[in-house]
């Protein structure tokens, strides 16, 4: 089974603090991706990874950055957090071409 | 652009009722086309997903889905609900050759006895 691990499940931090979403996947896949989800939008992808120190925006990235130093981790960044990026955060990885498989999320709070 | 859309933002049925989820979708070229489910708190599961032959595919846990070209949809549908099925449910649209995939809003789905 495809295994997507996120570091956290539930997430407070205070507005101004750089914040780590970690996320690692056990499948040696290529493709990595963050994604948020809020009420009424679903989810909107930030940046994606295509392999190891490749990356691309999203449709969102603004207030974030990533990190991919080897192939199963990827990491979301925010460098200053804000309360309007209290959210719902999802990885997800994928071989190209495939279905994407999902972490189970980690809820930001941003106070 | 690309876009979908589920029109629906939440449905109730009841238990052992027939279900049918929407989804449209606006794509240059014939897309892959996937239904996710998520329980509370949890992230997305595959329910199902279409990229190319018969365009009636089944899934897990007793859905099925119908892509139409000619209407640009492809609609979730469940013969009888269990309440095990309240979820929130989304489609998602990809292309070929472009990893990233745009997502529906979400429909949630709610059983009552």
């Known amino acids: 089974d495809v295994k997507v691990t996120q570091s956290s499940r539930y997430l407070v931090k205070r507005t101004g603090e750089k914040v780590f979403l970690e996320c690692v996947q056990d499948?040696?896949?290529?493709?990595m991706f963050w994604y948020r989800q809020d009420p009424g939008l679903g989810l909107r992808l930030i940046y994606f990874s295509y392999d190891v120190k490749m990356k691309e925006k999203g449709d969102i990235p603004e207030g974030y950055s990533v990190s991919r130093e080897k192939k199963e981790r990827f990491s979301l960044i925010l460098e200053s957090a804000s309360t309007n990026q209290t959210s719902m955060y999802l990885c997800?990885?994928?071989?190209?071409?495939?279905?994407?498989?999902f972490g189970p999320g980690t809820r930001l709070l941003v106070l | 652009a690309q876009s979908v859309t589920q029109p629906d933002i939440h449905i109730t049925v009841s238990e052992g009722a027939s279900l049918e989820l929407r989804c449209n979708y606006s794509?240059?070229?014939?897309?892959?086309l996937f239904w996710y489910v998520q329980s509370p708190g949890q992230g997305l599961q595959l329910l199902l997903k279409y990229f190319s032959g018969d365009t009636l595919v089944q899934g897990i846990k007793g859905f099925e889905a119908e892509f139409k070209r000619s209407q640009s949809s492809f609609n979730l549908r469940k013969p009888s609900v269990h309440w095990s099925d309240a979820a929130e449910y989304f489609c998602?649209?990809?292309?070929?050759?472009?990893?990233?995939?745009?997502f529906g809003t979400g429909t949630r789905l709610t059983i009552i006895p």
């Open positions: 499948m040696d896949h290529e493709n």
């Open positions: 794509y240059g070229a014939t897309p892959y």
């Open positions: 997800a990885s994928n071989t190209r071409g495939e279905t994407q498989y």
């Open positions: 998602a649209v990809g292309l070929v050759g472009n990893e990233k995939l745009t």
